[in-house]
Nanobody, 116 residues
């Protein structure tokens, strides 16, 4: 059974940076696409970024383009989201998701709060 666990969330001031991590286990991570989603209070969950199994073809939501960077290390079964120039509106629970064929896994999420 596959499992994902996010970490790295916390409280940061506007303009600051955070790096989220997603640890994968129980499946062949290197064959799955990886994504980061977020859900702000009172809003629907939205796609933030995605990356191919080999680490190429990153894609981003317009709201984070130029500020966030998705990456992965298949030797460590890890995915990352580097978040720079954070804004108050980036406050949300951030989730990691992987998809491979018919299989899909979600992590429980990590809370990011951007506030002064």
């Amino acid at each position: 059974q596959g499992q994902l666990v996010e970490s790295g969330g916390g409280l940061v001031q506007p303009g600051g940076s955070l790096r989220l991590s997603c640890a994968a286990s129980g499946f062949t991570f290197s064959t799955f696409r990886a994504y980061w989603y977020r859900q702000a209070p009172g809003k629907e969950r939205e796609l933030v970024a995605g990356i191919s199994p080999a680490g190429g073809s990153p894609s981003y939501a317009d709201s984070v383009k130029g500020r966030f960077t998705i990456s992965r290390d298949n030797t460590k079964n890890m995915a990352y989201l580097q978040m720079n120039s954070l804004k108050v509106e980036d406050t949300a629970v951030y989730y990691c998701k992987t998809i491979g064929g018919p299989l899909e896994y979600w992590g429980p999420g990590t809370l990011v709060t951007v506030s002064s």
